[in-house]
């Protein structure tokens, strides 16, 4: 079990805002080298919390993490104060969650990693919710203390999205990022009809994923750069042969532009 990961970095100067990490390592992107080199670099959720970049080398890939320092710490309601739920509680706290609770999370996902919006100093206003954390369970450990944990959550730009380690299969996430989206409608031969949505990568205009919408029709627009957060399952599609991203019901997906 570890803490969560960081698979995203703010930084406060021009341009302002949450930058996904892995594509900011892509050797084309010499600004970000600049934003690694001069700029202090701070937790994506809290903005407060200071981290730090180790450098990637031969046997090890590049990755964020806190800043040593007594005085450095995440805000309270940071999700990164605690460690991930196991795959089998996150199973169990989704199967307890009504639609509704579900795109209430979706819609914190994207107040708390995705808002671009600042005050007059990098840190946030406190957010606007009774209980801003993402998606914290209370469960008991083995001394039946009560702790609390973290919903699994993944940027769309998080390589294990395409490269799926096995034991992410079946697992409910949460994925959040920023991407392009393009929607569209399927029509059998039968005349039957269903829905579908692409999610595309802001850079290199890939599809990331493409969702099953069923009747749920979605007005988005191509040439907007969206804030999104769904809830997602990789799963074994039976007809057609294949695992694939799933949405975890037809409903668990948010988008917003700015
Ligand atoms: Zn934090």
Redesign the pocket.
Known sequence: MSMLEYTEFYHADEPVGVFDFYSSLTPDRKDFKKIFNRNKIY?P??R??QLKLTQETISKTAFLSKMPGENNK??DW?S?NHQTMKNSEAIKYYGSLSNEEILEKLEKTIYLLLSPKVTNNHKKTVPTYDNPTLGLIQTTNRKNEETMKALPKMSFYDPRIINVPENYYHIPFLLYGDVYLSAYEIIGSTGFSYNKIRVIDKNSKNQIMNLYRGKNIDKTREDVLYHVAVVVRYDYVSIRKEYKWELYNQTSIIYRSD
């Open positions: 937790c959720e809290c407060v919390c995440h805000s940071c990164h």
